[in-house]
T-cell receptor
Framework: AQSVTQPDIHITVSEGASLELRCNYSYGATPYLFWYVQSPGQGLQLLLKYFSGDTLVQGIKGFEAEFKRSQSSFNLRKPSVHWSDAAEYFCAVGTGNQFYFGTGTSLTVIP | NAGVTQTPKFQVLKTGQSMTLQCAQDMNHEYMSWYRQDPGMGLRLIHYSVGAGITDQGEVPNGYNVSRSTTEDFPLRLLSAAPSQTSVYFC??????????????FGSGTRLTVV
């Protein structure tokens, strides 16, 4: 069965520090991978997506993610975090007609 | 404004009551779905539709009904509300049946409390 694991429930970083959010998936074929961000009280917004080709993908708001097939991972990174990045982040795998979401990582940014 | 519109934003129901959560999109998306979001559990798929007249069950369909009479609308009906259905509900749509290629557009959510 397909699954998505985000091992970190909550992460705290200082403003200006680098960020890496982890995502591992379990899927037999080449997956379609996504990262979404959810600000408090809002719906989810697509940050970036990977289908094929270059394994390093760029997204909005200065985020990037790298697909590593050997590790079944799709980690999200940002070189310098801003206070406005505080939110919940969801990794997702698209297969067939369905999406599978991870349980999310909550990011706190301290001044 | 283009996008996915959900109504209402907030709702309180008594146990046993029924209600319909509305979802409409104006992007001519074929694929629409309903998710519920609960703390520590991420988003779980309730029902989805790959086009007008076609619906199917997701991971947690019990207690919910859907229909898709038009491309634009995809209402979610709670038949007899239970406290376990207290959650935040999101409607999401995508351009293509091969929705994985494009990703979702999400509505802003409906926060439902069942007392």
């Amino acid at each position: 069965a397909q699954s998505v694991t985000q091992p970190d429930i909550h992460i705290t970083v200082s403003e200006g520090a680098s960020l890496e959010l982890r995502c591992n998936y379990s899927y037999g074929a080449t997956p379609y991978l996504f990262w979404y961000v959810q600000s408090p009280g809002q719906g989810l917004q697509l940050l970036l997506k990977y289908f094929s080709g270059d394994t390093l993908v760029q997204g909005i708001k200065g985020f990037e993610a790298e697909f590593k097939r050997s590790q079944s991972s799709f980690n999200l990174r940002k070189p310098s975090v801003h206070w406005s990045d505080a939110a919940e982040y969801f990794c997702a795998v698209g297969t067939g007609n369905q999406f599978y979401f991870g349980t999310g990582t909550s990011l706190t940014v301290i001044p | 404004n283009a996008g996915v519109t959900q109504t209402p934003k907030f709702q309180v129901l008594k146990t046993g009551q029924s209600m319909t959560l509305q979802c409409a999109q104006d992007m001519n998306h074929e694929y629409m779905s309903w998710y519920r979001q609960d703390p520590g559990m991420g988003l779980r798929l309730i029902h989805y539709s790959v086009g007008a007249g076609i619906t199917d069950q997701g991971e947690v369909p019990n207690g919910y009904n859907v229909s898709r009479s038009t491309t634009e609308d995809f209402p979610l009906r709670l038949l007899s509300a239970a406290p376990s259905q207290t959650s935040v509900y999101f409607c999401a749509s995508s351009y293509s049946i091969l929705q994985r290629t494009y990703g979702y557009t999400f509505g802003s959510g409906t926060r439902l409390t069942v007392v």
